[in-house]
């Protein structure tokens, strides 16, 4: 079994920053890309970036020259750290991690959703 447990989070204005972090635990042998994604009301959930191994990052067009997204290998957590905010941002953030499981092998693992709102 493997967990993903999120931090951060909550309500800020626009322009501000604020920063989230997954972790994963358990029987874990290695993690290849790690992830987040988004959906807001009413929507799709959407890709927001991810970032591999070996520290290779891709971003939604959305995001990207605002938020970096980063990983610790040795804590097995990813961070995405949020610059200069929109109200357009505000979504529920989910991450999600391909994880090479011991006595499973590959498994795509989602943690529970964050709320993040940007007011006006």
């Known amino acids: 079994q493997v967990q993903l447990v999120k931090s951060g989070g909550g309500l800020v204005q626009a322009g501000e920053s604020l920063t989230l972090s997954c972790a994963a635990s358990?029987?874990?042998?290695?993690?290849?890309?790690m992830g987040w994604y988004r959906q807001a009301p009413g929507k799709q959930r959407e890709l927001v970036a991810t970032?591999?191994?070996?520290?290779?990052?891709n971003y939604a067009d959305s995001v990207a020259g605002r938020f970096t997204i980063s990983r610790d290998n040795a804590k097995n957590t990813v961070y995405l750290q949020m610059n200069n905010l929109k109200p357009e941002d505000t979504a529920v953030y989910y991450c999600?991690?391909?994880?090479?499981?011991?006595?499973?092998?590959?498994?795509?693992?989602w943690g529970q959703g964050t709320q993040v709102t940007v007011s006006s």
């Open positions: 999600n991690a391909d994880v090479f499981e011991n006595y499973v092998g590959r498994r795509v693992y």
């Open positions: 970032i591999t191994s070996d520290f290779r990052t």
């Open positions: 358990g029987s874990i042998s290695s993690i290849n890309a």
